[in-house]
C-alpha cells in the first residue's frame, strides 16, 4: 500500500527524533561516503529484494533530489508562494539510468549540491526561512519545512543503505 503525501510528511518528520535538521543535513555527505566506501562495486549495486533499489540507485536518488530541492528553495526565496512540482522518482531513476551510475560519484556530486544548498541556508535570515512555496502534492511548504523533510529523508535513506551493504552474502 502506497503512502498519502501526509504519511510520508509525518514519517520523514518523525525520523528527525528531535535532532537538529542542518546537523543531520551536513553530516549525510560524509556517512555516505563511509558507507559506500567499504563496499564493493558489485555490493553497491545488487538490489536487496526485487523492486527496490540498490545503494547506488538510492545514492544517485539523493544527488539528483538535492539538486531539486535546492531549486525548489531558490525559487521560494525568489517568489514565495510559487508552485513546487513534484516528481515521480522512479521515472527519474529510470530516465536517469540510476543503476548505471557509479555510487561514488554520486556521492561526489550529492555533497557539492549539499554544500551549496547548506552555504544558502546559512545565509538566511528568519524571515526568508518562513518564505514557502505551494507544494501540488503536499500543500504550503516553508523553507524551514523543506529542511526537515529533507533530513528525514536523509535518515531514511542512510539507514537504507547501511542495511543493503551490511547485509551477508545470502548462503546457497
Not at 76 to 105: M, V
Request: overall charge positive; charged content about 25%.
Amino acid at each position: 500500500m502506497q503512502e498519502t503525501p501526509q504519511e510520508y510528511t509525518q514519517r520523514m518528520l518523525g525520523m528527525l527524533g528531535g535532532e537538529k535538521p542542518l546537523k543531520i543535513q551536513a553530516a549525510t555527505p560524509n556517512k555516505l561516503g563511509r558507507l559506500i566506501g567499504r563496499a564493493s562495486g558489485a555490493k553497491l549495486r545488487k538490489r536487496p529484494a526485487p523492486g527496490k533499489w540498490s545503494a547506488a540507485e538510492i545514492v544517485a536518488h539523493l544527488a539528483d533530489c538535492e539538486i531539486v530541492v535546492g531549486w525548489r528553495m531558490r525559487q521560494i526565496l525568489g517568489a514565495p508562494g510559487t508552485p513546487i512540482q513534484p516528481f515521480d522518482q522512479d521515472t527519474w531513476a529510470a530516465a536517469g539510468h540510476y543503476e548505471r551510475r557509479d555510487a561514488r560519484k554520486s556521492v561526489a556530486q550529492f555533497r557539492a549540491a549539499r554544500e551549496a544548498n547548506l552555504a544558502l541556508l546559512k545565509s538566511l535570515t528568519p524571515e526568508q526561512w518562513k518564505h514557502h512555496g505551494l507544494h501540488a502534492e503536499r500543500g504550503v511548504e516553508t523553507i524551514e519545512h523543506i529542511v526537515g523533510m529533507m533530513a528525514g529523508h536523509d535518515l531514511n535513506h542512510l539507514g537504507q543503505v547501511e542495511r543493503i551493504v551490511s547485509a551477508k552474502k545470502a548462503k546457497s
